[in-house]
Nanobody, 122 residues
Framework: QVQLVESGGGLVQAGGSLRLSCAVSGRTYVMGWFRQAPGKEREFAAAIRWSSGSTYYADSVNGRFTISVDNAQNMVFLQMNNLKPEDTAVYYC??????????????????WGQGTQVTVSS
């Protein structure tokens, strides 16, 4: 069983930064961050493999967002810089436990956090 607890969302002006955190209990292979804006599908933002540290990003966030892990603390972070109003969404931490899933597909993730709201004002 895996449990995920997110924190760090909030309100920020365009151009600002936020860091999201996800506390992880249990064994996982890939950790992802997804986001869901009102009226839209949940979409992939970033992912990281625990074993290799390999990272993956959606085109829309590449160069602005950075995903990282702290192995000692079992934490996953999403550093978000140069935020834009279109980044406004509920952000979810997700865990893939088989090691074989497609990190971009939300259906391949097995566990989800409760979500944290990020609002970027213009």
């Amino acid at each position: 069983q895996v449990q995920l607890v997110e924190s760090g969302g909030g309100l920020v002006q365009a151009g600002g930064s936020l860091r999201l955190s996800c506390a992880v209990s249990g064994r996982t292979y890939v950790m992802g961050w997804f986001r869901q804006a009102p009226g839209k599908e949940r979409e992939f933002a970033a992912a990281i493999r625990w074993s290799s540290g390999s990272t993956y990003y959606a085109d829309s966030v590449n160069g602005r967002f950075t995903i990282s892990v702290d192995n000692a603390q079992n934490m996953v972070f999403l550093q978000m810089n140069n935020l834009k109003p279109e980044d406004t969404a509920v952000y979810y931490c997700a865990a893939e436990t088989s090691g074989w899933g497609n990190y971009r597909r939300k259906d391949d993730y097995d566990y989800w956090g409760q979500g944290t709201q990020v609002t970027v004002s213009s």
